[in-house]
């Protein structure tokens, strides 16, 4: 039997747009654990944030950090060594992404161009309101390494802001609430770095992408199987990838059901 690796969005994908609740989801994480399969978040969550979603689900695997800033593994998950990665805590970490501060910069220039709302220079209680974080949880979100954010603006405005970051050298990811500018890096290319080490311990990996979002789409890509959920008001990002029949968990759920159903 192959080894499957769930590749998985959290916000909008795996967890519901306003409410952050995974209960419908709950029948696919019980078969991905009795199949012994692997869920590693792919997110643009951060570091802090990730592991506090790792405590929630009760799980110990890699996860995938800003867009694929960076990944990190348990230590002692692979049974080879990780020469290229750097020890943190209870964790290696393999860092894919530019720093942070030279990121803020191109965002901060890109506010003065045409006027989007930076996400380093928004306060906790902003963050609270636009998230519905609590506190603890947006000075979580604020803890970012690897990308610089703003809120999205919209169609038109987007790809203004692409042609004047792609202009500087830097890459720009659009999600559902933030657009997130990077270099070096995207979730394909981490999911493809991470694969590589599953594939050094397991002779057969199946890996099955889920997203919602065009930020999504390089994991998409780079997965053997992919599954893009709807969003909210029931659309979908694109017509490119199999189409998971549910908004964010509901569809979550039917899409790994479906993989793993004679598993």
Not at 80 to 87: L, M, P, R, T, W
Not at 139 to 147: E, G, Y
Not at 155 to 183: D, I, S
Request: charged share 25%; hydrophobic share 35%.
């Amino acid at each position: 039997m192959p080894r499957f690796v769930f590749f998985s969005d959290l916000d909008s994908t795996l967890l519901d747009h306003d409410t952050y609740s995974f209960e419908e989801a709950k029948p696919a994480l019980q078969r991905i654990r009795q199949t012994n399969s692997s869920l590693v978040f792919c997110t643009s969550k951060t570091k802090t944030e990730s592991l506090d979603y790792e405590e929630k689900f009760s799980l110990r695997e890699p996860f995938i950090v800003e867009n694929g800033g960076a990944i990190y593994i348990p230590r002692g998950y692979f049974k080879h060594g990780i020469a290229e990665a750097v020890a943190e805590q209870e964790y290696l970490a393999l860092r894919l992404g530019t720093d942070a501060k030279e990121l803020e910069a191109v965002v901060d220039a890109l506010s003065k161009k045409i006027g989007i709302t930076p996400f380093h220079r928004m306060g906790i209680s902003e963050v609270m309101q636009d998230l519905g974080l609590n506190e603890e949880q947006a000075r979580n979100a604020k803890d970012r390494h690897f990308t610089a954010s703003f809120k999205n603006p919209g169609k038109e405005m987007v790809e203004r802001a692409r042609a004047f970051v792609e202009k500087k050298g830097y890459t720009l990811t659009v999600g559902g609430r933030y657009c997130a500018v990077m270099k070096g890096s995207d979730k394909g290319k981490a999911v493809q770095t991470l694969l590589q080490h599953y594939r050094k311990d397991f002779a057969k990996v199946v890996s099955v992408g889920l997203g919602d979002a065009p930020n999504d789409f390089p994991m998409l890509r780079t997965c053997d199987k992919a599954f893009l959920v709807a969003k909210k008001n029931g659309s979908y990002a694109s017509n490119e990838f199999p189409k998971a029949e549910g908004v964010g968990p509901s569809g979550w759920n039917k899409a790994v059901l479906e993989v793993l159903g004679n598993a």
